[in-house]
């Protein structure tokens, strides 16, 4: 078979499994598979595949057949411009969580902040790209000793090692105790009732510890925010992505606990994604 005949082929039969861009994705797993851009895929499109190659692509497509997310199958996934390994376990960044990024820097530019707690790095796409793009000096945490793996050899394939550290612990734990001057959080945030209607892909692939929120989805930002208390400096900031539709109640838990200048951001589809705040010169 040749190429075109094999995308063709192989196009068919995602889309009959239900994947939205079938097409586009049977021609770079090919490439992925033929270790060529998509480019060559489309432009020589008469070449013959022999039976090693043959193998390699199918045993992907059988992968995506079931709904495996595609970034597994191919071991990695574009986020701020830089590549992050991913695979079980590790949720994978999603391109919303930029808005999240791009908010924290454009306040460290603003209020001059440099060092950054973030709690539940996973793949550590959001502390990566801080240190590579702003040099700010990131310490995470992650209850997953997968993430933290993983966190680790994405900051040194993105060659910031040494303006990230990641330790193995729930919340804060494990955290090097100071005072940071931001707080940074994308929590698991999917409500009880929801995580049955998360698309197949996410439901059956990716990590629940990821996802689940808490009945109500707001558990992490309960339990982010108190311990914030103790190790955001006074006047630090804290940033949180969001559900689209948890603004409301995050913003109050922050108010609740002595946060004020609350601010809502939105993410490319026009959904609040992004809450953030700055913790008061006292006590609460
Ligand atoms: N945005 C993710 C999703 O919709 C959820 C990530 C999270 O819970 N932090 O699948």
């Known amino acids: 078979m040749n190429v075109r005949?094999?995308?063709?082929?192989?196009?068919?039969?995602?889309?009959?499994?239900?994947?939205?861009?079938?097409?586009?994705?049977?021609e770079l797993l090919l490439a992925e598979a033929l270790?060529?851009?998509?480019?060559?895929?489309?432009?020589?499109?008469?070449?013959?595949?022999?039976?090693a190659e043959k193998k390699k692509f199918d045993g992907m497509i059988k992968r995506r057949k079931k709904h495996e997310p595609y970034a597994y199958i191919v071991g990695r996934k574009e986020f701020m411009g830089l590549d992050f390994c991913v695979g079980e376990g590790i949720l994978v960044p999603r391109p919303d969580t930029e808005i999240l990024v791009e908010?924290?820097?454009?306040?460290?530019?603003?209020?001059?902040l440099k060092t950054i707690a973030e709690i539940g790095v996973g793949s550590?796409?959001?502390s990566v790209s801080l240190a590579k793009h702003a040099g700010l000096k990131c310490y995470g945490t992650d209850i997953s000793e997968t993430a933290v793996e993983t966190a680790e050899k994405n900051a040194e394939n993105n060659e910031v090692s040494d303006n990230t550290a990641f330790f193995k612990g729930d919340i804060f734990d494990g955290i090097p105790p100071m005072k940071?001057?931001?707080?940074?959080?994308?929590?698991?945030?999917?409500?009880?009732?929801?995580?049955?209607?998360?698309?197949?892909?996410?439901?059956?692939?990716?990590?629940?510890?990821?996802?689940?929120?808490?009945?109500?989805g707001l558990d992490f930002y309960r339990k982010i925010t108190e311990g914030s208390l103790e190790?955001?400096?006074?006047?630090?900031?804290?940033f949180y992505e969001i559900?689209?539709?948890?603004?409301?109640?995050?913003?109050k838990i922050l108010a609740d606990n002595g946060f004020t200048d609350i601010k809502i951001e939105k993410d490319l589809s026009g959904l609040d994604r992004v809450v953030w705040g700055r913790k008061g010169d006292f006590d609460v």
């Open 103 to 112: 908010t924290v820097m454009e306040a460290a530019k603003k209020y001059g």
């Open 180 to 216: 940071y001057d931001v707080v940074v959080s994308n929590p698991p945030y999917i409500r009880g009732k929801d995580m049955d209607t998360l698309m197949e892909d996410v439901r059956k692939y990716e990590p629940e510890g990821a996802l689940y929120g808490g009945e109500d």
């Open 124 to 126: 550590g796409c959001i």
């Open 5 to 26: 005949e094999i995308v063709l082929e192989a196009a068919e039969a995602l889309r009959i499994a239900g994947i939205e861009e079938y097409r586009l994705e049977a």
């Open 243 to 251: 559900g689209y539709d948890e603004a409301g109640e995050v913003s």
């Open 35 to 51: 270790g060529v851009s998509r480019l060559e895929i489309l432009t020589d499109s008469q070449r013959e595949i022999n039976d």
């Open 231 to 238: 190790f955001l400096r006074h006047g630090g900031y804290i």
